[in-house]
């Protein structure tokens, strides 16, 4: 690995998340939000001391809160990278995911970007989450593999009741000003930023719009404390915002599925 990669800092999103269904009812909403991109690889050899790592604070982050619930996340995911013959992804991995807030988070989708060490992207996981205490990770991996490119996975997955488990994914991640083992976000804060689409397909074409965008800085004491006073009830908020937009949807009549067994598999590939 390069030298390079050990510049890489832990970094703060904020930004939206933006949510259409377009049948059999049209809902919409765009909510307020921050996460983190961490770059874990890099916090492995120099923790930060500015983040909260499996331990209280205004905004932290717990290993267990991903993958099999081990004490280090990084650990479980290359195990699981190994297992399905990702061999290459010795570069940087960032994770973009929410982090606890007082000790409490909800992660409904996490995004793991893997590169390899000359900084192209190895494989992306997208590790999901249900209000049930489930979780589901889809791999994507492949020659097409790269920012800005179109990847697909069929659903297997239960994550609402409005939403049959059918039909496909279709995934699309931009970063501006961040690769495999750097943040330019020090150096160019403005120019950082991400993007994550999902869209969902089913037997009729394109029935969900996601996506959750932000401007990326370098986690700072200043900006913890930013992000928690201006929203110091995130976690609440998202849990309590799913809830809302299911009763708006179940106000609309659109179908209500029962939540099928989950998948035999813990990974999609």
Known sequence: MSSAASAALALIGTGQVRHTRLRPARNQFAYPTYFLMLPMRSLRRAPSEVLARNRFGLISFNDCDHGDGRADSLAWLDDLLAL??????????????YPRVLGFTFKPVSFWYCHRADGSLAAVVVEVNN???ERHCYLL????????????????????PFCAVAGSYRFRFMCSGLHGGVS???SAPAASRTVARIDHFDEAGLLIQTSVSGRLLPLTPARVR??????????????ARIHWQALKLFAKRVPFFHKPAAPQSFLTR
Not at 141 to 160: I, N
């Open 84 to 97: 399905e013959g990702v061999t290459d992804a010795s570069g940087e991995v960032w994770l973009h995911c």
């Open 226 to 239: 930013a992000a928690f006073f201006g929203m110091p009830l995130m976690t609440w908020g998202v849990i």
């Open 184 to 186: 330019a976000a020090a």
């Open 141 to 160: 991996t492949g020659e097409t593999l790269a920012f800005g490119r179109e990847l697909t996975a069929a659903k297997v997955f239960h994550v609402s």
């Open 131 to 133: 209000t049930f205490g």
